[in-house]
């Protein structure tokens, strides 16, 4: 959702900072929005980490 509006923005690394990681990072990389590895989480305590 929140994703969709934050990959509209030129820059990557701005998202980022943006709202939830598990969803627009994945989606700047044009992955589906299934859970980033944990290298893109900062936070590192979002459900689905653990892999």
Do not use: C, Y
Not at 18 to 39: E, N, Q
């Amino acid at each position: 959702i929140e994703s969709t509006k934050l990959n509209l923005l030129p820059s990557g690394e701005a998202l980022l900072l943006g709202a939830d990681t598990t969803g627009l990072v994945v989606w700047r990389l044009g992955r589906k929005p299934t859970f980033p590895p944990a290298t893109t989480l900062p936070s590192g305590g979002m459900p689905g980490e653990e892999r």
